[in-house]
């Protein structure tokens, strides 16, 4: 699979299997959490995989009842590190970290795209109550979870807006 066939190939996936994920898929996950770009390489950015059911459903209802996030066999809560507020001070940690975390849940959402595994961007959630499920460190903030699993469906592709309006050459 070429890079732009998985780019346009990949959907939000809400309905998982009830099927585990292997060791090896895992791993390959995490890889390319870790080998995603980070600003000044300082890799601001910590990892939550959640494969406990209770703590998937305690999520699921911290993120405003999105229930699919417990039946996916594996979640996972991606954080922010304010540490990184030393070398680029506020706008490393509100935008840089931001950024770093996000590259990585792109490179990982492709791989897993790629690997026959669904997933979902989440960003509608309480983040107190996250970190307080997960015992997240305060220098960690949580601003995504991604629920990942084999898809149980597969919705249509959505409509874009053409390239002549999102871009603009200069």
Not at 105 to 117: D, N, T
Request: proline share 4%; with cysteine.
């Amino acid at each position: 699979m070429n890079i732009l066939d998985a780019v346009k190939q990949r959907r939000s996936i809400r309905e998982f299997q009830d099927r585990e994920i292997s060791d090896d898929l895992i791993a390959k996950l995490k890889e390319a959490l870790i080998w995603a770009p980070s600003a000044g390489n300082l890799q601001a950015r910590k990892f939550f995989f959640v494969f406990d059911q209770d703590k998937k459903k305690q999520l699921s209802t911290a993120a405003l009842d999105q229930e699919y996030i417990a039946s996916a066999p594996l979640s996972i809560v991606a954080c922010t590190d304010s540490g990184i507020k030393m070398h680029y001070g506020e706008r490393g940690e509100y935008l840089y970290a931001v950024q770093d975390v996000s590259a990585s849940i792109m490179c990982m959402m492709l791989v897993a795209h790629e690997q026959g595994l669904g997933s979902v961007w989440v960003g509608a959630f309480h983040e107190d109550n996250v970190s307080e499920i997960l015992e997240i460190p305060e220098n960690y903030r949580p601003v995504s979870i991604i629920p990942i699993g084999y898809a149980a469906s597969i919705p249509e592709t959505p409509a874009r807006i053409s390239a002549e309006y999102a871009i603009t050459e200069i």
